[in-house]
């Protein structure tokens, strides 16, 4: 396994929707392997393809308390079968975003279908933390980002301080 470098926004590449997976092969179990391994280090508990440079529709989730095992999954071609009318806000954040955080309201609960590291399709009833997350990384691989669903004052004043920092340490000495 390989940590990957993880794109941090504002950066075009993060607006790109990814492409469907035609079968998950060795190659897409090692760049699934390679993200959940990235997602770890980060740490974070969500990671999709698009933010390591692939725009594939691939993502990893694991959110697991971190006292208790790990339950991570592996999802290609995951997409959204029903969602509850049942809303829930959470404080969303992203690897992408760093140090940023802020309440979203999505779906408290989901369906998804996606297909697995064994190439098997599968369905996921998911409710709390996991539909949240789920929805996130979905969202990364059409484009979007949690600060698409907040207003355009919030998203302006996040993006500005993130393209700062991007300035700053452009220009730091290493
Ligand atoms: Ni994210």
Not at 30 to 45: F, H, Q, S, V
Not at 150 to 157: A, D, N
Request: aromatic letters at 4%; one cysteine or more; proline letters at 7%.
């Amino acid at each position: 396994m390989a940590e990957l470098p993880i794109i941090v926004a504002p950066d075009p590449r993060l607006a790109r929707p990814a492409k469907p997976v035609a079968k998950v092969d060795d190659s897409i179990r090692k760049l699934m392997n390679d993200m959940l391994e990235t997602m770890y280090l980060a740490p974070g508990i969500g990671l999709a393809a698009p933010q390591v440079g692939v725009l594939k529709r691939v993502i990893v989730v694991d959110c697991a308390k971190a006292d208790d095992k790990p339950k991570p999954y592996k999802m290609a071609n995951p997409e959204i079968l029903w969602q509850s009318e049942d809303m829930m806000v959470q404080s969303e954040g992203c690897l992408s975003l760093p140090e940023h955080y802020a309440d979203v309201e999505r779906p408290a609960e989901v369906r998804v279908r996606y297909v697995d590291e064994q190439n098997e399709i599968r369905e996921l009833h998911a409710k709390g933390l996991l539909a949240t997350c789920i929805q996130h990384e979905i969202d990364h691989l059409e484009g979007v980002l949690f600060v698409d669903h907040i207003s355009t004052l919030k998203r302006g004043i996040i993006l500005r301080k993130l393209a700062k920092t991007k300035r700053l340490n452009a220009s730091a000495p290493v």
